[in-house]
C-alpha cells in the first residue's frame, strides 16, 4: 500500500493551486505523481487517510480517488479499496496479427478467455453486410471475456462464416485461441480494417465487465480476411476496460 503522508510532511494541501482549479483535482494531481512509479496492483491510501493525511475532508478525498479513475490510473474494487491500474499497450497496426491474446503477450500482459456463449445462427443485417454472406447463410457466433493478468479486460462477440468448417461451432468452443482455430482450418487472418470509438456500453456489457456505472470505454470493431483467398472470415465488436487496456494507433514509421 502507498504509504499516507504524514499530516507534518509535503501536502496536496500545501502545493500552491492554480487559479480555479478545485481542491480535489490537487490532490488527484499531486496522488498522480506519487503513484508513476508505483507497482501495478499497490494499493492507494483509504478515503479516510487521504483525508488526515492531506489535511482535507473524507468527501474530497473520495473525489480525488473518482478523479484518477476518471484518468484510468487506478482500478477501484467495492470493499477491497483503490488500486494502482496496470494498463496494456494495445497495439493496432497494418502489420499486427488479428490476434487479442497474442497482442496482450507481447505487451507483457498474461491473456486468458473465457467462453460466455456459442451459437450457430443466421447473422445480423450487418454482420451479413460485413462478411458478404448470401442471405441463407449461417455464422458462427463467439462470445467471450478477455482477462490480462487475471482481471477481466474485454468482451468480444465474433462472427464468423459457418461454412469455414463443418465443424466450426464444435472448435471454437472447446477454447484457447480463436486465431490459431482459424489458421488449423487452413486460413491465414489477417486485418482488412479496424475502428475503435469511446461509447458508453449498455447495461449487460458493463456488468460482464465489472464497471460501476457506465461511464464511457472502448469499442472496436473490425474484420479479418484470409490473407491468401481475400474472404472475409471474421467480424467482431470488443468492449474493453480503459484502466487496462490502452489502444495505441501506429501508422506510418517513426523517424
Known amino acids: 500500500m502507498l504509504e499516507p503522508t504524514t499530516p507534518s510532511g509535503p501536502t496536496a494541501a500545501d502545493a500552491p493551486l492554480d487559479a480555479g482549479v478545485a481542491t480535489y483535482v490537487a490532490v488527484a494531481d499531486y496522488l498522480q505523481q506519487e503513484i508513476a512509479t508505483a507497482?501495478?496492483?499497490?494499493?492507494?491510501?483509504?478515503?479516510?487517510?487521504?483525508?488526515?493525511?492531506?489535511?482535507?475532508?473524507?468527501?474530497?478525498?473520495?473525489?480525488?480517488?473518482?478523479?484518477?479513475?476518471?484518468?484510468?490510473?487506478?482500478?477501484?474494487a467495492r470493499g477491497a479499496g483503490t488500486f494502482v491500474a496496470r494498463r496494456i499497450d494495445f497495439a493496432l497496426n497494418a502489420h499486427s496479427a488479428p490476434s487479442w491474446s497474442e497482442t496482450i503477450r507481447r505487451a507483457g500482459g498474461v491473456p486468458e478467455t473465457k467462453i460466455v456463449s456459442v451459437d450457430l445462427m443466421r447473422p445480423p443485417a450487418d454482420v451479413r453486410t460485413h462478411l458478404e454472406l448470401a442471405s441463407a447463410a449461417k455464422v458462427v457466433r463467439l462470445v467471450r471475456l478477455g482477462y490480462v493478468d487475471g482481471l477481466v479486460a474485454a468482451l468480444t462477440t465474433t462472427h464468423m462464416p459457418a461454412s469455414l468448417a463443418s465443424d466450426l461451432r464444435?472448435?471454437?468452443?472447446?477454447?484457447?485461441?480463436?486465431?490459431?482455430?482459424?489458421?488449423?482450418?487452413?486460413?491465414?487472418?489477417?486485418?482488412?480494417?479496424?475502428?475503435?470509438?469511446?461509447?458508453?456500453?449498455?447495461?449487460?456489457?458493463?456488468?460482464?465487465?465489472?464497471?460501476?456505472?457506465r461511464p464511457p470505454i472502448w469499442r472496436s470493431e473490425g474484420c479479418v480476411i484470409d490473407t491468401v483467398t481475400q474472404r472475409k472470415i471474421e467480424y467482431g465488436v470488443s468492449w474493453s476496460r480503459p484502466d487496462v487496456i490502452r489502444y495505441r494507433f501506429e501508422f506510418g514509421q517513426k523517424p
Not at 57 to 72: D, F, G, K, M
Not at 180 to 186: D, K, R, V
Request: charged share 25%; proline share 5%.
Open 39 to 76: 507497482e501495478p496492483g499497490q494499493r492507494l491510501p483509504s478515503e479516510h487517510e487521504l483525508a488526515a493525511s492531506h489535511n482535507i475532508s473524507r468527501v474530497t478525498a473520495r473525489a480525488a480517488l473518482q478523479e484518477l479513475e476518471r484518468r484510468h490510473l487506478v482500478r477501484r
Open 170 to 213: 464444435e472448435r471454437v468452443a472447446f477454447g484457447g485461441s480463436l486465431y490459431q482455430t482459424l489458421q488449423a482450418i487452413g486460413c491465414r487472418p489477417g486485418r482488412l480494417w479496424n475502428s475503435a470509438t469511446m461509447e458508453v456500453p449498455d447495461a449487460e456489457v458493463a456488468a460482464l465487465l465489472k464497471i460501476e456505472g
